[in-house]
């Protein structure tokens, strides 16, 4: 079994034991992915806070801390994991690089990331839906934290 986990912020302990519980004794391929978004430095207020020189070393500094914080990220994840995987740190677009990836595995685990307060679609962000409308492989979709109930439903439409 190839298995991949997409390695997210508040969604990664969750991912991890899944995989973990997924693999059981398996000597499966793991690999633990985490994508930087490409371009999306906070730019506002630079120019006018720190002077419009200082804009680009700025950005740099902010890319090698997020890069720094990321790795910080991958090796938690891979200890928490307690088996050999293979630790991918990319920069693009992680929709696209993710569901690349999910062409390379059996299974991809990835987290629910968007509205965890209750059921249904919204409990997905962009990114996260894309890749599970795309995915070439089997995906295990997890939630993060308590489930809400199926109370958080809401009502069938009016015409039912």
């Known amino acids: 079994m190839r298995l991949a986990v997409w390695v ?11 995989a973990r519980d997924l693999i059981g004794d398996d000597q ?10 490409a371009g999306r430095p ?12 200082r804009v680009r070393r700025s950005e740099e500094q902010l ?5 720094e914080a ?8 891979a200890e928490r994991l307690g088996r050999p995987a293979t630790v991918r740190l990319e920069t693009g677009f992680p929709e696209r690089i993710v569901t690349a990836v999910a ?4 299974y991809l ?3 629910r990331d968007g509205d965890r307060s209750r059921l249904g679609p919204h409990s997905l962000g962009k990114h996260t839906r894309f890749v599970v409308d795309h995915a070439p492989c089997r995906v295990l979709l997890i939630w993060p934290g308590d489930v809400p109930s ?4 809401p009502p069938p439409p009016p015409d039912r």
């Open 28 to 37: 499966a391929e793991v690999m633990l992915i985490h994508v930087l978004e």
């Open 109 to 111: 685990v990835i987290g």
């Open 150 to 153: 199926s109370g958080s439903l």
């Open 70 to 77: 990321a790795q910080q990220m991958l090796d938690q994840a």
């Open 8 to 18: 997210t912020e508040g969604t990664w302990p969750a991912t991890i034991d899944a």
């Open 103 to 106: 062409d390379e595995v059996d």
């Open 63 to 67: 890319h090698q801390w997020s890069e």
């Open 42 to 53: 906070p730019r506002e207020g630079f120019g006018s806070l720190m002077g419009r020189g």
